[in-house]
């Protein structure tokens, strides 16, 4: 009987820094399927019917992630979506919890957190313990600023 490979979520990242996207594509592409935005209306063109999850800064200029979310409430009402931020506010989780969104991570985000919320979040098809370290060939490394 043969194998029928499990389908790889989908997951949206938006965010205004090349080197967080850069940094998340990296960590999650092998394991899901990733699609980048650096900006809440290019997140709104790239959202298909297959989009798992919504991973989102909250701070960007023009759309916020919070008005992201406003809008993808509309247009996806069970889409699961998680802020990313800098800095954690009490008045942000208040905004969060009244918009359903799953959680509030902090950046940077490590994968010690980001792998085992993802597995909680999207299923097996993410390993717990996130990846192995691997050295990208021929590139220098980034660090992230934001």
């Not at 709104?44 to 979310?69: H, I, K, Q, W, Y």
């Not at 942000?92 to 792998?115: H, Q, S, T």
Request: charged share 20%; no cysteine; hydrophobic share 45%.
């Amino acid at each position: 009987m043969p194998v029928i490979p499990s389908r790889r979520p989908t997951i949206l990242i938006v965010d205004d820094s090349p080197g967080v996207l850069q940094n998340l594509n990296y960590l999650l592409s092998p394991h899901l399927n990733v699609v980048l935005a650096d900006s809440g209306a290019r997140a709104l063109a790239a959202l298909t019917p297959e989009t798992s999850l919504v991973l989102t800064d909250v701070r960007m200029p023009g759309m916020s992630g919070v008005e992201l979310t406003q809008q993808l409430r509309v247009r996806a009402p069970g889409l699961p979506v998680v802020f990313m931020t800098g800095i954690v506010e009490a008045d942000l989780r208040a905004e969060a919890e009244a918009l359903d969104v799953l959680d509030v991570l902090r950046k940077p985000l490590r994968p010690g957190v980001l792998f085992p919320a993802l597995q909680g979040w999207l299923g097996q098809q993410v390993p717990a313990s996130g990846p192995p370290a691997r050295t990208a060939p021929d590139r220098k490394s980034t660090r992230l600023n934001s």
